[in-house]
């Protein structure tokens, strides 16, 4: 599709598993954004890539989230040992490189730990 | 730091009425500021944009004015539809790319 793409839609894990959430940004968009959206909360900003330079790590809340993107394309977002305040909506976000430039929403991953 | 910070919700409205969402921001520079839409079982999308001083956003019939000196950028809409029924984000974009802090949203709700 043309829009950005998010796997899975909803994900349900106990309390101490891992989970890895997917992006596909759209084609053509070498920035990429992970943003967390908490029930009665804004978006938190999380990461961000922007080509080969190295990533904007300082809105991540702990070493256990971690992220990547291969080949400037696909994202994953790594949450280790998942904890109930993870629960959330991860959303992924594509632009183009330059200043406001807008961003590209998918329809998020919703996070439920237990 | 940077931060924005808008209307609680929820905002409830009747067709045709006047509708004001406030945001205030606090930053360092000269911000770009961004008005964002999230209809229901939609992902976010940009609504309006304003990049300078005085600088007026508008799109669908909303309209928003970037204020300097009160640092506010309130989203306002002359005549709401049932349709417009969704959370509206305020955000402002920093830095030298497209990093955006987000307020907390406000959720209108928009009766025939």
């Known amino acids: 599709g043309a829009g950005v793409s998010q796997s899975p839609s909803n994900k349900v894990t106990e309390k101490g598993k891992d989970v890895e959430l997917r992006c596909d940004p759209i084609?053509?968009?070498?920035?990429l954004y992970w943003y967390r959206q908490s029930l009665g909360q804004g978006l938190e900003f999380l990461i961000y890539?922007?080509?080969?330079?190295?990533?904007?790590k300082s809105g991540l809340p702990s070493d256990r989230f971690s992220a990547e993107r291969t080949g400037g394309s696909v994202s994953t977002l790594t949450i280790q040992r998942t904890q109930q305040e993870d629960s959330a909506v991860y959303l992924c976000?594509?632009?183009?490189?330059?200043?406001?430039?807008?961003?590209?929403f998918g329809s998020g991953t919703q996070l439920s730990v237990l | 730091g940077d931060s924005v910070t808008q209307m609680e919700g929820p905002v409830t409205l009747s067709e045709e009425a006047f509708l004001t969402i406030n945001c205030t921001y606090t930053?360092?520079?000269?911000?770009?500021l961004f008005w964002y839409v999230q209809y229901p079982g939609e992902g976010l999308q940009l609504l309006l944009k304003?990049?300078?001083?005085?600088d007026k956003g508008s799109n669908k019939g909303f309209e928003a004015t970037y204020r300097k000196e009160t640092t506010s950028f309130h989203l306002e809409k002359g005549s709401v539809q049932v349709s417009d029924s969704a959370v509206y984000f305020c955000?402002?974009?920093?830095?030298?790319?497209?990093?955006?802090?987000f307020g907390a949203g406000t959720r209108l709700a928009v009766h025939p």
């Open positions: 930053a360092t520079g000269y911000p770009s």
């Open positions: 304003a990049t300078k001083a005085d």
């Open positions: 084609s053509g968009h070498t920035a």
């Open positions: 955000a402002l974009g920093s830095g030298g790319y497209n990093k955006l802090i």
């Open positions: 976000a594509s632009s183009f490189a330059t200043t406001n430039e807008k961003l590209f």
């Open positions: 890539f922007q080509g080969n330079s190295a990533p904007d």
